[in-house]
Structure formats: C-alpha cells, structure tokens
C-alpha cells in the first residue's frame, strides 16, 4: 500500500508569514495532487503535479514535484486569513491505479 | 450549475437502521467515487466506478453497497448502519478513470451520525 506522509499536521502561523507543507513517499506516483478543504465542504483541486523536478505557481502559491516522483512541497508567501484551511496532498498512479491515496493533512491557521 | 451534488447534507438515524446517500455529476465524467473521511480528516477511497462498472472495492463491509444506474449517478445504500460508521462521506468525479492527471471534483459532503 502507498502511503503518503504528510508533515507538519498543524500549522499555526500570524498574517505576512511564509510556510512549507511536505508531503513524502517512498513510493513513486505517476502525479501528485494538492487540495484545499474548507469546513463543510469538498476538497477543492489546486494543482497537479506529473513531471519529476516540476514547479507551478499559483498567486502566492509554489508547488513543487521531487525529481523522483515521491515527494512534493506546498509553499505559501505572505499567508493571508483567506488560506486558512485544510490542505491534502494525494498521489496518483503506481500501485494507486485507478485512485487517488491521500495524505494525512494539513490544518492551516493563519491569524490576522 | 456544473457540479457534483450529493444528498442529504446531514444525516442522524439509530443504529441498524438502513440509509442511502445519493450523488449526481454534470461534468460528464466517466468515473465516481466514494470517500470516507474520518475524525482525522483522513479521506480513504471506498469505491470507484467507470462507465457504471465497479472498479474499486476496497475492503468495505458489504453492509455498504455502492449502485450506479448510469454515469452521472452513484448512490451508496448503507445496512445496518454501526456507531463506526459515523463520518462525512464524499462523492468525486474525475474524467478518465486512471485519474493520473485528472483532478476529482469532490460534492460537499454528507456527515452522517449514528446514534
């Protein structure tokens, strides 16, 4: 089974701060997925990653893809109220054919 | 509007009751999904359906019984319902069904209690 950790869990942080989500595996995915959850809501898809070493941008956003397809990082500049959420990462491919493995999550609190 | 709509939001019944949840998509997709997510927030996929085919069975008691009449519905009837099944269970939808580069499109979410 494919697992994928997610660090930190928690993240506490005040308005104008950066901050690093990581999500690693000792598995290789075929791509890596970041959603936001809202309370009472669905995930929401951000971005996905499929390229080794690929890099995407989203407004204050930076996702990032291991050259080996086994890890990703979610960076966030300058975080604002507006960011706080849940963020999951969830790999794709490998023995996760045909769905998707979520990490554990990440609670984001960003205090004005 | 284009979405994945699942129903109800809310659910409260007793213990060995027998309940279904009902989710649509207009996206077009070809593949659903049912998640559970737990205390935690942990999402785990129960299962996946492509083209009204059961695709994914994932060691899910069989007191869960997924049923798609077609591929813009997937609907989970739950027997028996356990205090263990309390949770919010999400319907998705992605296009294609290896759904590598596909994002899901998630509902909202039924958070069901058993009491």
């Known amino acids: 089974t494919q697992l994928l950790e997610q660090s930190p869990q928690f993240l506490s942080i005040q308005e104008g701060e950066n901050l690093t989500v990581y999500c690693n595996s000792s598995s290789v995915f075929s791509s890596l997925q970041w959603y936001r959850q809202e309370p009472g809501e669905g995930p929401v898809l951000l971005v996905t990653v499929v390229t080794g070493g690929e890099v995407k941008k989203l407004k204050r956003l930076t996702f990032q893809f291991g050259d080996a397809r086994k890890d990703s990082s979610l960076h966030i500049t300058a975080a604002q109220p507006g960011d706080t959420g849940l963020y999951l990462c969830a790999g794709a491919g490998g023995t996760s054919y045909g769905k998707l493995t979520f990490g554990q999550g990440t609670i984001l609190t960003v205090h004005p | 509007d284009t979405a994945v709509s699942q129903t109800p939001k809310y659910l409260v019944t007793q213990m060995g009751n027998d309940k279904s949840i009902k989710c649509e998509q207009n996206l077009g997709h070809d593949t659903m999904y049912w998640y559970k997510q737990d205390s935690k927030k942990f999402l785990k996929i129960m299962f996946s359906?492509?083209?009204?085919?059961?695709?994914i069975n994932e060691t899910v008691p069989n007191r869960f019984s997924p049923k798609s009449p077609d591929k813009a519905h997937l609907n989970l009837h739950i027997n028996s319902l356990e205090l263990g099944d309390s949770a919010v269970y999400f319907c998705a939808s992605s296009q294609g069904y290896a759904g590598a580069n596909y994002g899901y499109t998630f509902g909202s979410g039924t958070r069901l209690t058993v009491v």
């Open positions: 359906y492509n083209n009204k085919e059961l695709i």
